[in-house]
């Protein structure tokens, strides 16, 4: 697969295959490109409905130059663990921020939580958020009250009696159980409507479907939820013995 930077031919290439509806996948074959190149390149310029290949370009012109600017003369980065590329890790970062901020999430905290979910203890202290991002202080302690608050994250002390904020995998299966709760209100407020508009009318119609499917869906990720929640708890090793210690279909 070639490497190096997308050219301005090959971001052209990318906003006619968004436009048509093409997947990731298929964009990246046409290219030669891996399917993550083309997930971040559209991620983190405008997404799905706002990708434009010049926009994309000047983007990412910018962004070199800024990192040319910010690099300290005769400092090199500090070496990844486990031999990861330090560039391939940061545009991973810039893509996973970019999609906690397309979900809602502000820019900062956004980083914040990118930071340390690739971060492999799964926490940090306010130093050391501070020396990663380059940020101030006051940042990343107005970040992290947000986040604490959404339950995203919460602290601890370590044994040096530090403060070190932590990513809880439980934050997942709270998410889905409160969107499911979200679903059951919607349920709620639709069938509310049919009375509302008259039964057997074409709105009220209508609204008993969307009641219907938002309850199904919403059952269905809660049952999901609680059935699939040890898996955010399980080792890579556990979950690959598990694989292979279990029954295979039944071929009849």
């Known amino acids: ?76 980065a500090p070496p990844q663990p486990h031999g990861r590329d330090a560039d391939a890790v940061r545009e991973y970062e810039e893509m996973f921020t970019t999609l906690l901020m397309q979900q809602g999430l502000p820019k900062m905290m956004s980083r914040v939580l990118t930071c340390l979910y690739t971060t492999d203890a799964g926490s940090c202290t306010a130093s050391e958020l501070v020396q990663r991002l380059q940020v101030s202080p006051a940042s990343i302690s107005k970040a992290i009250t947000f986040l604490e608050a959404q339950g995203l994250i919460r602290r601890e002390r370590d044994e040096r009696r530090r403060e070190r904020y932590v990513v809880d995998n439980d934050v997942w299966y709270q998410g889905m159980i409160a969107a499911a709760r979200s679903n059951a209100q919607l349920a ?65």
């Open 188 to 252: 709620e407020a639709a069938r509310q409507g049919v009375s509302v508009l008259g039964s057997g009318t074409p709105a009220a119609a209508r609204l008993e479907n969307i009641a219907r499917f938002v309850d199904f869906v919403g059952e269905s990720i809660a049952r999901a939820a609680e059935q699939a929640r040890d898996i955010l708890y399980t080792s890579p090793e556990g979950a690959a013995a598990e694989g292979a210690d279990a029954p295979g279909p039944d071929r009849g």
């Open 1 to 76: 697969m070639p490497g190096g930077r997308l050219t301005q031919q090959e971001r052209q290439q990318i906003a006619l295959g968004v436009a048509d509806g093409l997947a990731y996948a298929e964009i990246a074959r046409r290219l030669d490109r891996p399917t993550s190149t083309i997930t971040r390149e559209v991620m983190r310029n405008g997404g799905p409905t706002a990708y434009r290949a010049d926009l994309a370009h000047r983007a990412t012109e910018r962004r070199a130059h800024r990192r040319r600017q910010s690099a300290p003369r005769g400092r090199q």
